[in-house]
């Protein structure tokens, strides 16, 4: 059964940092995209960034570019989202997300993923 569990959500200031990770189990990332994407309150789920197998491929999009870091560790099978400089507008219910097939720039589409992870929330306050 595919399982996907994200963790490290909190409370952070605006310019700080958090790390999210996402463990995933019944399957291997061997071949598999791995997405991050985020649902802010009111607003429709979107895209943050993705992950190939291989780890060399990856996709952010504009609003996190230059921010957000993220990596996948195939041994552990965990994906890790690395967040800094966060924003106010950076809050929301960050969830993880897999298919099988490459990391492109259509993975940012919510509608590319097959398995999703039931979330972790991220609020950037002071």
Avoid: H
């Avoid at 996190?64 to 099978?77: H, L």
């Avoid at 950076?90 to 993923?113: H, K, Q």
């Amino acid at each position: 059964q595919v399982q996907l569990v994200e963790s490290g959500g909190g409370l952070v200031q605006p310019g700080g940092s958090l790390r999210l990770s996402c463990a995933a189990s019944g399957f291997t990332l061997n071949d598999y995209a791995i997405g991050w994407f985020r649902q802010a309150p009111g607003k429709e789920r979107e895209g943050v960034a993705c992950i190939s197998s291989s780890g060399i491929m990856t996709y952010y999009a504009d609003s996190v570019k230059g921010r957000f870091t993220i990596s996948s560790d195939n041994a552990e099978n965990t994906v890790s989202l690395q967040m800094n400089s966060l924003k106010p507008e950076d809050t929301a219910v960050y969830y993880c997300a897999a298919d099988f097939g490459p990391c492109e720039d259509y993975r940012l589409d919510v509608d590319s993923m097959e398995y999703w992870g039931k979330g972790t929330l991220v609020t950037v306050s002071s």
